[in-house]
C-alpha cells in the first residue's frame, strides 16, 4: 500500500502563486511514477502533470503548460506542483497520484494510488 497525502493548497489571487506537496509512504516511492490530477465543482477529473519515477521526465495538459511545474524529490518521498501565475479557472480539488511504472500516464484509471485531495481557489 501507499498513502498519499496532499498539502499546500489555499485561497490565491489571480496572477498569484502556489505550491502543492504530496508526501507518500508505504512502499517505495521512486518505483512509482507521479501525477497529479484536478476535479472542478460540477467537472470531471482532469490530469494536470506527470514526471517518471526516476528520469524526472515531465508531462504536461495544455490548459497549465508554462504556468506549473512537477517535480519530485525521491529522497523525501514527495511530489510538488508549482503552480504559477494562476487563474479562477485553475480553482478545482488537487489530487496526487502513484502509478506503479516507470513513468506516468494521463490517464487516471491507470494509477494505483490516490491522495485525499487539497483545494486550491483562486479569486480574480
Not at 477529473?45 to 506549473?68: C, L, M, N, P, Q
Not at 510538488?80 to 487563474?87: A, D, E, P, T
Request: glycine share 10%; proline share 2%; net charge positive.
Amino acid at each position: 500500500q501507499v498513502q498519499l497525502v496532499e498539502s499546500g493548497g489555499g485561497l490565491a489571487q489571480a496572477g498569484g502563486s502556489l505550491r502543492l506537496s504530496c508526501a507518500s509512504s508505504g512502499r517505495t516511492f521512486s518505483n512509482y511514477a507521479m501525477g497529479w490530477f484536478r476535479q472542478a465543482p460540477g467537472k470531471e477529473r482532469e490530469f494536470v502533470a506527470h514526471i517518471s519515477r526516476s528520469t524526472g521526465i515531465t508531462y504536461y495538459a495544455d490548459s497549465i503548460k508554462g504556468r506549473f511545474t512537477i517535480s519530485r524529490d525521491n529522497a523525501k518521498n514527495t511530489v510538488y506542483l508549482q503552480m504559477n501565475s494562476l487563474k479562477p479557472e485553475d480553482t478545482a480539488v488537487y489530487y496526487c497520484a502513484a502509478r506503479y511504472s516507470s513513468i506516468g500516464s494521463i490517464r487516471s484509471s491507470e494509477y494505483n494510488y490516490w491522495g485525499q485531495g487539497t483545494q486550491v481557489t483562486v479569486s480574480s
